[in-house]
Every structure is written in C-alpha cells, then in structure tokens.
C-alpha cells in the first residue's frame, strides 16, 4: 500500500511543478520585439496584397465580401468608409490523415486489451486506468479569421484614385483540440492560400463589374 | 522532508498572489494614468482623421494582425494576433485641437494587460513610416 502513495506522491509534486511553471509562463510579458517591422513583415506584405485596376472602393469592397460568402465565412464587422471587412467560419479540425488513422488503431488495440483483461481478471480491472484514455489528444474545431483592408492606390503625384485600389487580406486561425483546448493560435503566411484567395476575388471582381 | 514537499504550493500559493487575482483584476492596473498614456499615446500633425485611421489599420496588418473591429466616427480600431499566443490590441484616434491627431494604443498578452513602454514604441515607429509623420510625445 505504501508504494502506490509513494507514487501518487510524486506525481503530485510534479503537477504542482507544472502548475507552478504555468503561472510564471502566464505571468511573463509580451516578448519586447513583439511590435517591430520584422524582414519578413515585407514579404508577407507582398504576399497579401494585390492592386487592382479599373475598380472603385465600394465595388471591390462588394467583390470581396462576395468572396467571403463563397468561402463560407460569415461577415463579423464591417466599416465601408475604412475599407474595412472582418469574417470568420468554424469549421473542423480533425485531420484524416495518418496521425488519426494511428489514434484509432491505437485505441482500437487498447479497447481490445482492456476487454481482454475485464474477461480475464474481472471487470474492475481497468478502473484506475481511465486517465490513460483521455491521453489521445486530437484536434478538433477550428475558427477561421480574415481581415480584409482596401485602400485607393496613388497616382504619381500622390492623390488617391478613384479607379485603382490596394487591397490586402490577413488570415489567422485558433484551433481546439478534444480537450477544449486551444491547441494552435496562429497566422496563416501559406502563399498558395493567398494565392487562391486572389484568384477567386479576380473572378468575383469580373461578376460584379459586369453586375454594374 | 516535509518543508520540501510543501515547498511547491508555497511557491504556487506566491505566485498566485503575485498575479493578483479575481474581482480585483477589474479596476486593477499597475501602472498611473499619467505613467500609461505617456508611452501609449503619441500626437501627429494632421487633421485628417480617415487618414490616420488607415495608416493605423496598414500598420497592424504589417505587424501580423487581423482586424477585430473598425469605426470612423469613434476613430476606434481593435485587431488581435495570434503566435503561439493572442496579442489584443485596441487604437483609438481623436482630434488634439484643430491640427493634430491623438493616437493612443493598449494592448493586452494572453491575460496579462502589456506595460512595458518597449513594444509601443516599436509601434509608432512602424506607425510614422506609415503615416510619413513624426510622432510627438504629448504631455
């Protein structure tokens, strides 16, 4: 009796550790060069925004939100005299590929052990265990963020055009995982995405000029 | 034996007091009003509102952030970027007089309100590229 205490003993220990570590983690600060222009802030710049001839503000602004619809994402804000739209979808998260495919073989195999063991030594015999199961941690949900900004591109002596704009996405999202967990927070920087994303818009800019 | 189990909660139990906790958190700030707006906010000299406003905008895309919400007439932007972590900021722009622009930022880590005058800085510095603008301290 004394040895499985001795066991639990540590192990409490060592989620107070834990515990510990989380506090000072939660306690620390924004790292300092969090707000600096970084060489890649450029490149995903470049990545992110196109110029687009032969439209107004308000029409790209439409072909965008159109994009958006045909996307899925629902609008969350919007401010037309900024050139502004939010959106996001939630979706899910669970990726079929290998990493799935091995949990569920993994638990299958331990599901068919655990039967085993019941038949063997009785039904009780996995009652202490049950923590073991929840170790498979997976991603579940997903919320999708955009933000998209336009702004009148300039002409050579600097005014705002009214027939050219600068247009610019930014995608990110947060991912939960079977805990209810967020597992990932972060921003997309794929260029195949931003490139779909534009080739899309290109067409829904097409409807809309010819919807006008 | 025993003072070195306990070690750990005690150190817990520090910690949690360290961060402050609870109902309190809802007025607390560590910081003077006076201490805060002298690194969060800056005044630029021009009149034009819009302008700022999407300079401010550009600028938060530059540093990796997805827009929240934006507002011309209360000349309030909210963006939020996530890297590993959520940074939320909030920046809002009013009139200083008849020639200048007041821009104020704050921002929030995870839990944790961001007092260190350090990124801030970094933020106007990105912002007055944007704007073409110095950045004036304001007193």
Not at chain 1, 143 to 171: C, E, F, H, M, N
Request: with cysteine; charged share 25%.
């Amino acid at each position: 009796m004394s040895a499985p205490s001795a066991t639990r003993g540590r192990l409490r220990r060592v989620a107070l550790m834990a515990l510990c570590f989380l506090l000072v983690a939660g306690c620390a600060t924004v790292s300092d060069n969090s707000m600096q222009l970084s060489a890649d802030s450029l490149q995903l710049r470049q990545l992110q925004t196109r110029r687009i001839e032969g439209i107004d503000e308000p029409a790209l602004l439409a072909a965008s939100v159109g994009v958006l619809q045909d996307l899925g994402f629902n609008i969350d804000e919007s401010e037309m005299r900024l050139g502004v739209i939010v959106a996001s979808k939630d979706r899910s998260a669970v990726d079929l590929g290998d990493a799935v495919g091995d949990m569920v073989a993994d638990s299958l195999f331990k599901a068919a052990l655990d039967a085993m063991f019941s038949a063997l030594f009785g039904d009780n015999f996995d009652e202490g265990d049950d923590d073991d199961d929840e170790d498979i941690v997976y991603d579940v949900t997903q919320k999708i963020r955009a933000s998209i900004v336009t702004r009148p591109a300039v002409d050579s002596s600097g005014q705002p055009r009214k027939d050219a704009q600068v247009i610019r996405i930014t995608l990110q999202r947060l991912v939960w995982d079977s805990e209810g967990k967020i597992s990932h927070a972060e921003s997309i920087e794929d260029p195949k995405i931003y490139q779909r994303f534009f080739d899309r818009l290109s067409k829904s800019i097409f409807l809309e000029l010819q919807a006008n | 034996m025993r003072v070195r189990s306990r070690l750990p909660v005690i150190l817990c139990a520090a910690l949690l007091f360290g961060c402050a906790s609870s109902i309190d958190q809802v007025m607390q700030t560590d910081q003077s009003a006076v201490q805060l707006r002298s690194y969060q906010e800056r005044a630029f000299d021009t009149a034009d509102k819009e302008q700022t406003l999407r300079s401010v905008i550009a600028t938060l895309q530059d540093l990796g952030f997805v827009l929240d919400k934006a507002d011309l007439d209360l000349g309030i932007v909210s963006a939020t970027r996530l890297s590993g972590y959520q940074l939320r900021v909030t920046v809002t722009v009013r009139p200083r007089g008849s020639s200048q622009m007041l821009v104020r930022a704050n921002a929030q880590q995870g839990e944790r309100a961001v007092e260190d005058p350090k990124p801030y800085q970094d933020f106007f510095v990105a912002l007055e590229k944007a704007m073409f603008l110095t950045a004036h301290e304001v007193d």
